[in-house]
C-alpha cells in the first residue's frame, strides 16, 4: 500500500522499473512519483514543462518512462485539445515524444522494447510507434482501427494481441495488429483498465465502474469492482 503525501496528489496511474521501483503519475502538479525502498515517495520527474494533466504510464526495460496527457481538462469543462506522449529517460531527462493524439489512455510496450502501442480514446484506435534506444518515437501508424470501439486501458499478450477496457461500451475487447476482433468481454459496467496477472498471467482483470458521462465522476457510490476471467493467452513479459 502507498499513501500519498497529501490531497493534492492525483495518482492516476503505475508501472515499474527495470530494478522493481514503483512510478506513480501524479496528474495534477506534473509530477512521476518513485517509492524508494523505505516507502517515502521521491520526484522521479518533473513534468511540468512538457505538459499538463498528465494519465497513463508505461515502463520499457531500459527503464524510460512514457507518460501521456490528455491536451485539456475536460472535468473542467474545456473543449477538446490533442493529447501528447512524453518520455522520462532513465538519465532523468524529459521531453515530448509525440503529439496530436486523440485522448490518449493505455499504453503497451511490446516484449522486444521495440514498439510503443497508444490507445486513442476519443481516435477509436490503437495508435503505433517504433521506439528508439534514446527513447524517440517514429514511424506513426494505426496499429488497430476499432469502428466503434473506444480504448481505455490497455494490456498486451504473448500472441502480440491486445487487450482493452472500453467505457462507454461497458466491454473488455481482445485485437489484433490489423483490427480483427478475437473476443468481447460484456461486463454491463464501464470497463477503466485491464491486466493479465495471476500465476501463470492468464487471468484478465478488468477495472470497472458503473458510468453515466463525464458528471458521474464525481459520484461517490462505490459501485467498482475487478471482474475476472481466464484469458486464452497469457500476459505479455517484457524482455
Known sequence: MVRLPSASFQ?????????????????????????????????????????????????????????????????????????????????????????GIAFPNGMAVTPDNSTLIVAE??????TAFDIAADGNLSNRRVWADLHDGVPDGICLDVEGAVWYADVPNQRCVRVREGGAVLQTINVGLGCFACALGGVDRRTLLIVAR??????????????????????PAPGAVRR
Open 210 to 231: 458503473e458510468w453515466r458521462g463525464l458528471e458521474s465522476t464525481a459520484d461517490q457510490t462505490p459501485t467498482g469492482r475487478v471482474v475476472t476471467l481466464r484469458a
Open 11 to 99: 495518482p492516476i496511474c503505475f508501472d515499474w522499473l527495470p530494478d522493481g521501483h514503483l512510478l506513480i503519475v501524479s496528474s495534477k502538479d506534473g509530477l512521476l512519483l518513485r517509492r524508494e525502498s523505505n516507502g517515502s515517495l521521491v520526484t522521479h520527474a518533473d513534468l511540468t514543462g512538457v505538459d499538463r494533466g498528465f494519465n497513463e504510464i508505461v515502463v520499457d526495460s531500459r527503464g524510460n518512462a512514457y507518460v501521456n496527457g490528455g491536451g485539456s481538462d475536460l472535468m473542467a469543462g474545456e473543449k477538446f485539445a490533442p493529447g501528447i506522449v512524453a518520455v522520462a529517460t532513465s538519465s532523468g531527462s524529459t521531453r515530448r515524444v509525440a503529439d
Open 121 to 126: 480514446s476519443y481516435g477509436k484506435k490503437l
